[in-house]
């Protein structure tokens, strides 16, 4: 399946895309929650193509959003390339619709949030991803303009 745009009822999934770990946090059925779900570890593409199957049928999942890194300014990164290939490839591998979402801040405000919590260094580690993911969705959710699919074009 193609990307593009998500139900408009159904649980999703939202995505803090890594090279090495991925955060992923999940709605409610109504859309109304989201919360940290999981980091998941990288592995190679036949176990994190199992791992994200798996993860759609067990949770009952209509859609993918993926968060796009992007500068300041509203331009896209190299690391959102990234991300949008990661995005098509999550659609293809789960025939789910995949959407893309702003998501500039989410790392730093799970930062500050896990610091103001006074977790170890290894406990932040161990929630930023997820936690990332999860404030990454919930704008997604409050956004009056969800699935903003093209940020800005690639910053040269």
Do not use: C
């Amino acid at each position: 399946m193609a990307e593009s745009s998500v139900p408009s009822v159904g649980r999703l999934a939202g995505i803090d895309f890594g090279t090495v770990r991925i955060g992923i946090a999940l709605t409610d059925a109504r859309r109304t929650l989201a919360s940290p779900y999981e980091n998941y570890q990288r592995r190679d593409p036949q176990a994190d193509a199992a791992r994200f199957r798996r993860l759609a049928a067990e949770e009952g999942i209509v859609g993918f959003v993926v968060g796009l890194p992007v500068h300041l300014s509203g331009l896209e990164s190299q690391k959102s390339i990234q991300a949008r290939e990661f995005g098509k490839w999550l659609a293809e591998t789960t025939g789910l619709p995949v959407e893309y979402f702003d998501e500039r801040f989410t790392t730093s405000e799970a930062d500050a949030f896990l610091g103001a919590a006074k977790l170890t260094k290894k406990q932040r580690r161990e929630r930023r991803d997820k936690l990332a993911a999860q404030i990454m969705l919930t704008a997604y959710l409050e956004s009056a303009t969800r699935g903003q699919g093209e940020p800005g074009p690639l910053d040269g």
